[in-house]
């Protein structure tokens, strides 16, 4: 079994959305869920923020139990946060959910625009995920299945743009 020795750099991801109640803290379960069966949970920190956030909300009841019942994903404990400068600037990797947060983040940290893609460029092609609270013609199941999709088809993938491989057992 091989060990991380110290010289192992950590990683981080920070996942942002619009209000950090719904997509970026699903995605951000998702992605430590994938980490945890890679064995990589220990390398890579996983943030979630949000670019119109009201800070310390919670997810609504209904998107923490269709998540917990579909999943067995607990977001009963997330609280949203804004994304800060210092958030963007020790992460690694920023993913976001629609074009207009990565043209909008780009344009706030023109210097760090290499660390910025959209989720659904794991899949090599470029979509807006759409926000099931806001849009009515998308459901919660709808979209967090995407959102797993996304991740779990494509984890390979989220591990190359960060450099990293799964630990060999």
Not at 69 to 90: C, E, I, K, M, W
Request: glycine residues 8%; charged residues 20%; aromatic residues 4%.
């Amino acid at each position: 079994m091989s060990m991380s020795g110290p010289g192992t750099a950590q990683k981080t991801i920070l996942v942002v959305c619009a209000g950090n109640i719904c997509r970026s803290p699903i995605a951000g379960a998702f992605i430590n869920l994938s980490l945890e069966q890679a064995r990589l949970r220990e390398r890579v920190t996983v943030v979630s923020a949000g670019l119109n956030v009201k800070p310390g909300q919670a997810p609504p009841g209904f998107v923490v139990n269709e998540i917990k019942l579909a999943y067995g994903l607990n977001l009963a404990g997330h609280r949203s946060q804004p994304v800060t400068p210092d958030l963007f600037q020790r992460a690694d990797l920023v993913l976001v959910m629609e074009q207009a947060q990565l043209v909008r983040l780009a344009q706030q940290y023109p210097r760090q625009t290499r660390k910025l893609r959209m989720l659904s460029e794991l899949s090599g092609r470029v979509f807006d995920i759409r926000d099931a609270l806001l849009d009515e013609n998308i459901e919660i199941g709808e979209m967090a299945g995407q959102i797993n999709n996304l991740v779990t088809n494509n984890f390979a993938t989220l591990l190359g743009w960060l450099n990293l491989k799964p630990e060999e057992i």
